[in-house]
């Protein structure tokens, strides 16, 4: 787990050599993401599939409250043998609106796929 201030330096540093994926609900998305980010709603196995076949050694995965990501990161590296690195942020998008650092990067839309 990442803290989302530490997140933030990150991302700001890697210049867009991030992937960060949202497993939000799309009702949550529409309220609200991290500018940037996929959105891979959580539904099943596909999303799962997705975040398996990204060419990425690092995936940051962040819901809207933490509680999706933390399972997504449980299924692919428990039930899947997923092996590259997960790393879920901690308080998901509601912990990233409270860190004043992020607020520049916080949008309303994301790129679903």
Known sequence: RI???EFVTKWEAAKGDLI?????TDEQVADGTWRGSLHYPLLGRTTLDKI??????TVYLFCTGAYRSLMVAS????????T???IEIRGGYMGM???PFSTPFLTTSSTTC
Do not use: E, F, H, N
């Open 84 to 86: 590259k690195d997960l």
């Open 3 to 5: 803290d989302p201030a």
């Open 75 to 82: 299924i692919l590296t428990s039930l899947m043998g997923y």
């Open 52 to 57: 398996v076949a990204l060419d990425a050694p």
């Open 20 to 24: 960060a994926i949202d497993v939000s």
């Open 97 to 99: 609106q409270r860190c």
